[in-house]
């Protein structure tokens, strides 16, 4: 078990080592994708704003709708809590194929392939922030921007989900390489996850089936995410108030952990060769 533990927190601090060189290959990779586009990176932002503001016309009607919690208009609570799920969502999925995309750089920069899935999350970031700075928009707009000492827990939930982002990644990108249908088969997943995640609607308890998407909810690691940014920014509560939650989210991400990094150190070696 200790060794387990201290191959984990290796990997952890090649992350950091790596970092600087992460981000560098994050923006070029990024400009490389959209170099042929007539509007280049502006792209990575569009894409996720023409996003929230479907879902918020669809579903919310628009700024007088009332959201499920506590007044607050839909837009502002569904916009908040979006740029969380495509924080996760959208770095959860990019990282699934990161290392059987991406492997050619190791060849070219010496680092180790467990930056790759690094390295597709940092590239979502652009996007969050464009999403985050319209939720803050609406929010004083409509007189929900209140800076309080609750802000300063966007740390936790950002180290949350960075560390939650990177041992799915590890896992999953291991995973796909080994069973190449893995891909496919967690995509279908991840559309029902937006459903059960408190995007569009806050899962309350009812009859047999809202019950059990209520249930579900409170287990995926995701929904931890949108509702601590919810928490952070809107509702004034803190993290350790949800003890029970908090502790199930760290119990999963442990064991992604300790899978993950199994599953790496044993194939890593080999990856070229299943790719």
Request: glycine fraction near 6%; charge should be positive.
């Amino acid at each position: 078990m200790w060794i387990m533990i201290k191959s984990i927190f290796s990997l952890v601090v090649e992350q950091v080592n790596y970092l600087g060189m992460a981000i560098r290959l994050a923006i070029y990779d990024t400009k490389a994708n959209n170099a042929h586009k007539y509007l280049g990176n502006f792209w990575e932002i569009l894409d996720p704003l023409f996003q929230v503001l479907t879902y918020a016309i669809i579903f919310g009607g628009g700024f007088r709708q009332s959201a499920p919690v506590e007044g607050t208009p839909y837009f502002v609570w569904m916009s908040v809590g979006f740029s969380a799920w495509y924080l996760v969502n959208q770095g959860f999925s990019d990282t699934i194929r990161s290392i059987q995309t991406q492997i050619f750089m190791v060849k070219n920069v010496k680092f180790p392939v467990s930056v790759l899935p690094t390295i597709r999350v940092l590239q979502v970031f652009p996007a969050v922030c464009s999403i985050s700075i319209v939720a803050f928009i609406s929010m004083a707009l409509t007189g929900h921007f209140h800076v309080s000492i609750y802000w300063i827990q966007i740390i936790y939930y950002m180290f949350a989900a960075l560390m939650m982002l990177f041992f799915l990644g590890i896992f999953s990108a291991t995973i796909n390489i080994l069973i190449p249908d893995y891909d496919l088969a967690i995509r279908q997943v991840l559309r029902l996850l937006f459903f059960v995640s408190g995007i569009l609607f806050e899962p309350a308890k009812g009859n047999a089936f809202n019950s059990l998407i209520y249930y579900i909810s409170r287990v995926n690691p995701f929904y931890y995410i949108v509702n601590g940014w919810r928490d952070t920014f809107l509702f004034d509560r803190w993290f350790w108030n949800s003890p029970l939650q908090l502790t199930m989210f760290w119990l999963e991400i442990g064991i992604f952990a300790i899978i993950g990094t199994h599953l790496y150190l044993k194939f890593k070696d080999q990856l070229i060769d299943f790719i």
